[in-house]
Every structure is written in C-alpha cells, then in structure tokens.
C-alpha cells in the first residue's frame, strides 16, 4: 500500500513524577530529513529515537516535538559550597582588620556571593525514561503513519482513475492512428491533382512518398511502450514497500513517449488527445510528489 508524505500524530504518557508529550508531522521532501526539538536533559535520547523513526519513516521531512513536565515533586537539593565560602569569609575578614571596619559579617551577605549556594537537580533515570518515552513515541507515529496510509489510498485511487483515463484517451489514438497514411493518401492525391491538372501521376512515386510519410509519422510503438508503461505503474501501486521514486521514474518515461507522439502526430483529433494524455500525466506527476 502506497503512503502519502503527509500526516500528524500526537502520543502521551505519564510516569510517577512526570509527563511526556511525543507530536510528529510530516510533510513531503526528496529524502528522509528527521529534526528533533526536546529539553536537553533529554538529548542523550536523540539517537534512539532517530532509529526508531527512520525503521517506520523512508521518505518526508519530519519534525519531532518532544515535551517533558515535571509534577513538582521531584527531588532539587540546595548545595552548599563550603571551601568557596571559607574563601569569601576570610577575604571579608582581611578586608576589616586591614581597613578597621566594625560592621560584623551577616549570613545575608554571604548568601549574596555566586556560587555559595546552588540548587542540584538529581540526575534522571534516562533508561527508565526512555521506556515512557517510546512508548508515547510510538503511539505518536502510529497515528501519523494512520494518516499517512489513508491519504496514500486516496492518492492511489485517484492515480488510478487518472490511468485509466489515459488508456481510454490511447485506444482512440490508436484506432485514430491507422487511418493516418489513407488519409494522407487522399490529400496528396487531391493536390496533386489540382497541380498536374489533367497530366498523369506517378503512382509508384506517389506510393514511395506515402510509404516515406507513414514510417515517418508512425506511432505504434510509442503507443505500445506508453500502455505498458501504464500497467507498470498500477502494479507498481500495489507493491508493499516505499515507491514514491520509481513511480516517478514511470511518469516521466510516460510522458516521453507522450511528447514523441504529440512531435509526430498530423492529425488534429490525434494532437488534442495526447495533450490530454499530458495533461493526465502532470496531474498525476502532482500526486506523486506527495508519494513515500
């Protein structure tokens, strides 16, 4: 089943003390580029779950959302450092003998000093996060990857209606096609009698010159190779696996023998119909961009 690039998914757990939020979208791009914003406490987890992704993702940019929200409750320690504030304590000391100054030395002031006392977060379990953590990572991507499959069914659909079009606007080219060297034929004749008046035609020149058209003007084998073509990409939309490249390798051999035969054609009726045929082809070029 084909997938479209596009799509949104949301997962979210909570653990003792806190919550994690898990948003994924996609949108399509030529390869697969993954860009992750999470609280860099949480960084080191980066490189799982860019695996995890890229095992259930091959194609689109993809913008992951990660939210961590503490309950309140977890454990922040106020750190005395005790060899800073001996340091401060005896400079202040120094500084009153050697310039006589009563005031006494206050815990306020102290207090106000950098780095006497600092606050320390106690270090996450990342293991033990990591399990909450998938496990809303994966709900998140099982809603997009939800998304992602029922717009790829209705882009297939809507391909596939479009081929279909394109095989019925070929069978009329085709039956269209055989009369292309009669009525060649019959114009030739209608000119040249009109230039030689009553003088004889060389029929075995005029023969050799209608046989020089038809080769010339002949399509059957870009009409052949564009329906096989065709086939191949409705069976191509078939196959369980990321396509978004090859179909677009098919339409663009499509739309060759499309612009050979449009290069060839002399009948007016013929040229209205593979514009047609090349109109399909870009609106399904269209779809496919949005195609894993």
Request: proline share 2%; glycine share 4%.
């Amino acid at each position: 089943m084909i997938k479209s690039m596009t799509g949104f998914g949301r997962g979210s757990v909570e653990c003792d003390r806190q919550s994690f939020t898990v948003e994924v979208k996609s949108v399509n791009h030529r390869y697969c580029d993954l860009s992750i914003r999470m609280p860099k406490s949480l960084m080191p987890l980066e490189d799982k779950i860019r695996k995890v992704v890229q095992q259930k993702i091959n194609r689109g940019k993809v913008d992951i959302f990660v939210t961590q929200t503490d309950f309140g409750n977890c454990t922040t320690k106020a750190v005395l450092n005790e060899k800073l504030a001996d340091s401060y304590v005896e400079c202040l000391n120094k500084i009153k003998g050697k310039y006589n100054i009563k005031t006494d030395i206050s815990l306020d002031l102290i207090a106000k000093f950098p780095d006497i006392i600092t606050l320390k977060k106690e270090e996450d379990d990342l293991e033990n996060i990591w399990k909450y953590l998938l496990q809303a990572l994966n709900d998140a991507l099982s809603m997009l990857m939800d998304m992602r499959e029922k717009e790829g069914k209705k882009l297939k659909d809507n391909m596939i209606e479009k081929c279909d079009h394109i095989q019925i606007l070929m069978k009329d080219i085709e039956s269209k096609s055989f009369k292309i060297p009669e009525e060649y034929r019959e114009k030739l004749s209608e000119r040249l009698k009109n230039l030689l008046g009553e003088y004889p035609v060389d029929e075995n020149r005029m023969a050799m010159e209608i046989a020089l058209f038809a080769d010339k003007s002949c399509i059957d084998e870009e009409i052949v190779r564009l329906n096989s073509h065709i086939i191949q990409f409705k069976g191509t939309l078939n196959v369980d696996e990321p396509v978004g490249r090859k179909l677009d390798f098919i339409l663009q051999e499509m739309n060759r023998e499309a612009n050979t035969i449009a290069s060839k054609s002399t009948n007016l009726e013929i040229t209205k119909l593979i514009l047609s045929v090349k109109n399909e082809v870009e609106k399904i070029r269209e779809q496919i961009q949005n195609v894993e």
